[in-house]
């Protein structure tokens, strides 16, 4: 549990860290792609779940 903790919080700080340089267009483009991940990820998760059974 603390070891998953600290890897989320590096990788959350690596994450801020990485946008701050990035232009509007390109912080909107990772934004969309993020947003596109997770719904994609619950997605599978709901079809994978129902299939199972």
Do not use: D, E, H, Y
């Not at 801020?16 to 990772?30: A, L």
């Amino acid at each position: 549990m603390k070891r998953s903790l600290l890897f989320a919080a590096v990788l959350t700080a690596a994450g801020v860290i990485g946008c701050t340089s990035m232009t509007p267009q390109q912080q909107g483009t990772m934004s969309g792609a993020a947003i596109g991940a997770v719904a994609g990820g619950v997605a599978g998760n709901i079809k994978g779940s129902k299939q199972q059974k």
